[in-house]
Every structure is written in C-alpha cells, then in structure tokens.
C-alpha cells in the first residue's frame, strides 16, 4: 500500500512542486537558513499560542545598565548641539567622540572580557533611543559600530585570536569600524556584486603568504571615512584550484585595516544633510592574507550566511531604536506644543482635524515602543527572529515617517523655520536615510517579509521545497511521503478555521485568560491568523513560484502578517504594564487602526488575485461581510489626543526615554511652557468666563484690574505668558544665514 501510494501519489506531487514552487538560490537559501521563526511562526499557524508571547514577560534592564542610561547617555545627551553638529560643523566634534570612546559607547554589545559593556539587547535598544531623540547623528554614530559590522561579526564567527585583538580596541575606540557590503552596481542585490577576489599567494611582513588579491569599490558606508578598519564582503575566486577544486567560492568577509596599501577612503557623502560620517571606499589590488577572513579560511564562502546571521537580530534593534526614539519624542513635543499654541483663543489641539493628527502620532508611538521593547525582549532570550526584524526595520522606519509627517504639519511654521529651536526638521531630513538602508523598504516589504515569511513559517513547505530539490529522487519520495499526511491534515483544520472565524467575523474565537477588556483584540488577532494561514496556503498552491514575482500580492499578505505581530505586541505591553484603564484608549485606537488595514490588505489581494476566480473565492470564504473592524472614532481621537496634551502618568509612559532638553534648547522651552499652561488653567479660565480670551500682559492687567483674579494668579499667568512667546518663536538669520537670533 505504501509503495503504491509512493508510485501513483507523492511521485506525480513531488514533480508538480518542483514544477509550482519557486526555485531557491544559493543566496536565499543561506538567507532563510539564517536566523530562526518565533512568533511570527504563531501568526502564520492559524491558532497561536498566546502563552508563548506573554509569558515572556516585559524587558528589564540590570542596574548597572540603567545606571548607565541614567549617567553617561543622559551626559552624552547634555553635550549635544544638534543644530551646531548638522549645520555649523557639519560633524560630531572632538569632545563628543572622546566621550564616546572614554565611555565605551562602542562596545556596547561586546562583552566584559574583551573590554566592552556587555549590555542586553535591550539595554542597547534603550540607549540608541535615548540619544535619537536628541541628535540622529550622534544615535548613528553610537548604533553602527554595535549593530551590523565589525564587532557583531568577530563575537558571533570570529578566531579566538581575532576577538583578543580587535575587539577589545574596538571597545575603547582605538579601532572605529565600518561595513563595506553596498557596491554601485548591486545595490540592495548583495549577490550581484562585482568585488572580488582571487585566491593567490603574496608578500606579507616579508614572507610568502597565502591570501587574496582583492578589488572593491563601495559606497554609502556609515563611519567609512574615519574607519580605521573594514569590513568588507567581496565575491572570492579559486582559478589555480589553490583551496580545492571550486572555482567559485562565494561571498566572503574579511577585516581589513584601512592604512593598508592599496586602500582608498573617499570623501564624505552627505545623506539628507545629516552629519554622521559617510562615505565611499575603493580597493585596487589590495593582498589580504587568508587569516583577516572573519573566521579564517574555514570561513571563505560564507560570508553571506554570516551577514544574514548579523541582520537577524541587529535589524531588530538599530534603525526600530532610531524610529522609536523619533515618535515618541514627536509625541512628546507635538502635544505640548498644541497645548500651548493657540489659533482663534483656543489651543489648536482642540481643533479635531490636529486631534486626529494627535490620536495618530500617539497610537504610532505605543505600538513602535510595544514592538521595539517585544523584540528586544525576544533578543534578550537569544532568538535571532529573521522574519520579525525585517518587518520591524520596515513598519518602524514607515511609522516614524508618518509621525514625523504628522508633527510637522501641527508645529506648521515652528517645524519649518531652520534653527536651534527646530527639534522637528532635522528629524524629517532623517527619515529617508532610515527608509532606506539596512534593506530598502520597498524591497523588504515586496519580496523579504512574506517571501521569507511564508516559507521559513510554514510548518512544512520549506521540508517540501527541499525534498523537492534533493537529486536523490527516491529520497525526495521517501521524505515527501512523510510530509504530505501532515501536511493534508494541517489544510483541512486550516480550511476549516479560516471560514469558521471568517463567517462568524471572530466572535468565538479563543483568548487568553486574564486579559480583560482586551480579549476582543485577541479574538480578532485570533481570526485573522486563521485567515491569513487559509489565503497563504491556497496562493502557494494556486500560485506555486509565480508568487514570487507577484510583489504587490506579496507585499499586502507581508503586511497582514506585519500588522498582526506589531499588534500582538501591543496587546502583550498593554498586559505588562498591568493593563492600566487610562492606557486603553491608546491601545483601542491602535488595535481598530491596525485591524482595518489588515482589511484593507486582504480586500486588496482578493481583488487583484492572479487567478480570475480565486479572489472572489477567498473574499466570500473570509470574508463575505466584508470590513467589520472600523477605525477609531472621532471620540476616542479627542481622548487620545487629550492624553497627549495633558500631564499625566500615560503621557510619560508613552514618551519615556525621551531627552527633555538642556535650559533654553527648543525641546526644554516648549516642555516649560506646556506645564505652565497646564498649571495655570484655572485662573486662565477665571479670565474666559469674564470675557477676556487671549492671554498678554495687557489682558491679564486688565484681569486683576477687574478682580477676575488676583495677584498670585496674575503673576503666574505673567510667566506663562512670557514661556509660551518663548516657546512659539523660531530663528531668523543674517542674509549670509551667519549668525542665529530669536524672533517672532
């Protein structure tokens, strides 16, 4: 029976996927090899398992490791001019980089052995936010050298001799490390690059050395023109057959010193006006001896699996740390400001078209921070969530842009007059810089989280592809044969879930115990798994390798999967923080705004479905009432919105972490004046009810003259007055832009 249902059965199937499925390449294959599944394993499961999430509980930091963000991030923060850095001097000054290096901000994730900190992924997520949101440049400089590069590579696959030597230097700054992987003419297709080098023999400190003569050109690199050591990727070459009989070995890393001979440093790139180092690099026949591969030789080929290792965890903390950072602070800001400034006497936060601008930015905020401290909370625990990063990378770096979109619009004038009180502007240059690189967006959104996804996630699509490739035919059979039951089985529940909680629009889907008012959310998550695992599974089948190349379809189920893990995160915060009542209006306004455009996402695939019939099919399978989550109304906008503007514990909840400026920097006089408005509003409204709605010096005078108020109220509302007009200015400048004075 076996033998006959191996002939008539798994045989044709197996030939059918290799027919269906798409092809994977050498690069894709190290690429999904590298890392591993986590939660987003449970999205794509069509029933996750909640307990595995929220038992992980919230992160936390050592003593020591606060203490840290407490003294050197909050001195560090102390000394910054981010005016001065990104438009006087164009560069991080002397002082700043001595401090850095004195305090060991290079060595952020090396450990103590070797000289560094040897902080928790969660440590060096909340440093890298703290100092974002007072300078992107100085948060750049500090998240490089700890992120993808140098330091992570020689910890993870390093030679014992390699880590004694560099990477105690590269904890006290004497070495300053870059990343060369980006060439012209690749881009973000690493596999298309022309550097290259050729195994050969050569002349090292006098002696006859076996290595590799090495060409390169590379540009965008962070930190390349004060490096004093490369990382450099390049294509290896066997012609001789020195290593063995491949000719083509594959990607390789190696350490390079930059004062070596035939090295080049160019001149500095300015990305978007920002003014941490950046630049290009060139090698011209450059001899590397065998031993500066990461790793030594036993290492040669693998360079690409080693990247991708790297980019599985610090894709999850550097540019989502950045992005954090930048929507909170603009949380934190743009609710101060639309307090204080006011529009036809009343602030313009009372306006509904600001407050749902408002609602926005704080809903962006609490779900970046619920994600950014899930992750770092899974890194801690050691997983490398693949998957999960770049679904981070990607929403974290769009959601700033969002907010910071958002902010700029209600600050209006404030956010586009250049100067030291614009603590928006420069922010907004930014952006773009985070969108795209470690992974263009469009890119990772395309083709890396549901490409990767759906493959890596599936319990056993990735065992098939494989059988399906193995060149022992009767061993792919034999491998098949055990799958497909699993596989038939795993279909029928997902059939029957996905149309079960798409019919009945989740109402008697499961949720954890304990989770309160919550657990409605859970349900909806719960459903959408479900639904999410049924389209998955019928476009595999449906669409077998042409899905690759169906991006846009691609890209709105990777949305789906995205919109499903940040949302479980912000159900699990919500749970950490003791499920707090004056927080839900925050996570209500997120969980609508992120379920409708799971909606949208999926409407969007039925309709423009590759197989005619299919779409429609799938929509009244899932979805045959089509939405059933609505957005947040306009009165839960107003609450939130309200909790932006007013003094509160959820208000420092949501912005904590974010650097309140030195006396007189923008930030500070804003926050000052925010808390005098907010002091003052009794006597303020003493002078409304009398008929007196702006507030000046003349209008209060004419308030205590008409016992409206007293003289204590009177003094108060002087100062107020005097916080807010300074608050509300902006700087002018000569006509050669010299020299900066306040003006109104």
């Known amino acids: 029976m076996s033998d006959l249902r191996k002939k008539w059965i798994t045989a044709p199937l197996l030939n059918l996927i290799k027919k269906i499925l798409p092809p994977i390449s050498e ?22 398992d909640w307990e595995q999430l929220l038992s992980m509980g919230p992160p936390t ?20 001019d981010d005016w001065k850095i990104s438009f006087e001097e164009h560069r991080i000054p002397k002082d700043i980089w001595d401090f850095l290096k004195k305090e060991r901000f290079f060595g952020i994730i090396i450990p103590k052995e070797y000289g560094g900190l040897g902080f928790s992924p969660t440590a060096h997520a909340e440093i890298v936010t703290k100092i ?38 590269l904890a006290d700054g004497r070495d300053i490390p870059c990343f060369g992987l980006t060439s012209p003419e690749a881009g973000s297709d690493a596999a298309a690059m022309v550097d290259n080098g050729v195994v050969c023999y050569g002349e090292y400190k006098g002696e006859k050395t076996l290595g590799m003569r090495v060409n390169w050109h590379k540009r965008y690199i962070t930190l390349g023109p004060v490096a004093t050591v490369l990382g450099l990727a390049f294509k290896l070459y066997d012609p001789e057959h020195i290593l063995g009989e491949k000719e083509e070995l594959g990607i390789t890393v190696a350490l390079v010193p930059t004062d070596t001979e035939g090295v080049t440093i160019g001149q500095r790139h300015l990305p978007a006006m920002q003014a941490f180092q950046n630049g290009p690099n060139w090698g011209k026949d450059v001899f590397i001896p065998m031993d500066w591969i990461i790793g030594g030789q036993e290492n040669v080929g693998r360079g690409w699996h080693m990247l991708m290792s790297a980019l599985a965890a610090g894709r999850g903390i550097s540019l989502p740390s950045l992005s954090t950072g930048g929507a909170k602070m603009a949380a934190r800001t743009t609710g101060a400001y639309a307090r204080i400034r006011e529009q036809f006497s009343i602030p313009i936060g009372k306006f509904e078209g600001v407050q749902r601008r408002l609602a926005e930015i704080a809903s962006i905020a609490y779900v970046l921070d619920s994600a950014h401290k899930t992750t770092t909370r899974a890194l801690d625990e050691g997983r490398k969530p693949a998957v999960v990063s770049a679904i981070m990378k990607a929403h974290a770096t ?82 098949l044969d055990k799958l497909l039951p699993k596989h038939m089985w795993f279909q029928f529940k997902t059939l029957l879930r996905g149309v079960f909680h798409g019919w009945t629009v989740g109402l008697f889907a499961s949720s954890p115990r304990g989770v309160g008012a919550a657990a409605k959310y859970y349900r909806q998550l719960n459903r ?217």
Not at 650 to 676: I, M, Y
């Open 27 to 48: 690069t894709e294959r190290e690429a999904m090899e590298a890392g591993e599944v986590w939660w987003d394993a449970q999205l794509l499961s069509g029933k996750p």
């Open 61 to 80: 930091l050592s003593d020591e490791e606060q203490a840290f963000l407490d003294g050197p991030v909050e001195e560090l923060c102390r000394m910054v």
């Open 132 to 169: 974002s949101t007072r300078s992107t440049s100085v948060g750049v400089t500090v998240m490089v050298p700890n992120s993808l590069g140098p330091g992570e590579l020689l910890m993870a696959h390093g030679t014992d001799e390699q880590k004694q030597h560099y990477l105690p230097r």
């Open 398 to 479: 769009h959601g700033l842009r969002e907010a910071i979109n958002d902010a700029m619009d209600i600050h209006a004038g404030k956010a586009i007059m250049d100067g030291p009180l614009n603590y928006i502007g420069n922010v907004y240059r930014a952006v773009p810089v985070a969108i795209t690189v470690e992974g263009a967006n469009i890119l990772t959104r395309s083709l890396m989280i549901f490409g990767q996804g759906a493959i890596r996630c599936h319990p056993y699509l990735l065992e098939e592809m494989m059988a399906a490739e193995n060149p022992d035919t009767d061993a792919g059979i034999e491998a």
């Open 528 to 744: 959408y798994s479900a639904v999410l695992t049924l389209v998955t599974e019928i476009s595999l089948m449906s669409l077998g390798g042409e899905l690759k190349r169906k991006e846009l379809i691609s890209s709105r189920l990777g949305d789906v999967l995205s919109e499903l893990y940040l949302l479980s995160c912000a159900l699990k915060r919500f749970k950490d923080d003791g499920s707090p009542k004056e927080d839900r209006p925050l996570l209500e306004f997120a969980m609508r705004a992120g379920l409708h455009r799971i909606e949208v996402s999926l409407l969007e695939v039925f309709q423009n479905f590759p197989r005619r019939f299919i779409g429609p099919w799938l929509h009244f399978l899932t979805m045959p009432w089509g939405h059933s989550v609505h957005t947040a109304s306009d009165r839960q906008a107003r609450v939130c919105a309200d909790l932006l503007m007013t003094p509160s514990e959820t208000r420092d909840r949501l912005t904590k972490g974010v650097f309140l400026g030195n006396p007189g920097d923008g930030v500070d006089l804003v926050e000052q004046a925010f808390l005098k408005v907010c002091a003052t509003e009794e006597a303020r409204d003493k002078l409304k009810k009398g008929g007196i709605r702006t507030l000046s010096r003349a209008t209060i005078d004419e308030g205590l003259e008409r016992k409206l108020i007293n003289e204590e109220e009177a003094a108060s509302l002087r100062d107020t007055a005097d916080a807010v007009d300074l608050a509300i200015q902006v700087d002018h400048f000569d006509h050669l832009g010299r020299e900066s004075a306040v003006a109104g």
